[in-house]
């Protein structure tokens, strides 16, 4: 328990982060899974995945070069299934 009032306001809004940082990257795992079921499909419609990506990337869930590795790698896959 914090003994201090500054610490004990820290320690609640790190709370309140990292509820909101679990439900953002749970977001971000749910639409990659749609989009490479999407993809496996058949289906090319990459733009709701690459959205998604970009704004876990924009929101600091994960880093620029991981959002553009899923990019890449996503794209990738839609042109070997649309061969």
């Known amino acids: ?3 201090i009032r500054s610490a004990e306001k820290q320690r609640r809004q790190a709370e309140k982060a990292s509820i909101r940082n679990r439900a953002g990257k749970s977001r971000l795992k749910s639409a990659l899974k749609k989009a490479r079921t999407e993809v496996t499909a058949g289906k ?3 733009s709701a995945g690459f ?3 970009d ?4 929101r600091g869930l994960i880093k ?3 959002a553009d590795r899923y990019k890449s790698r996503l794209a ?4 070997c299934i649309a061969k």
């Open 1 to 3: 328990m914090a003994n």
């Open 44 to 46: 090319a419609d990459l």
């Open 51 to 53: 959205s998604e990506i």
């Open 55 to 58: 704004k876990a990337a924009k």
């Open 64 to 66: 620029n070069n991981t």
């Open 76 to 79: 990738a896959a839609a042109k």
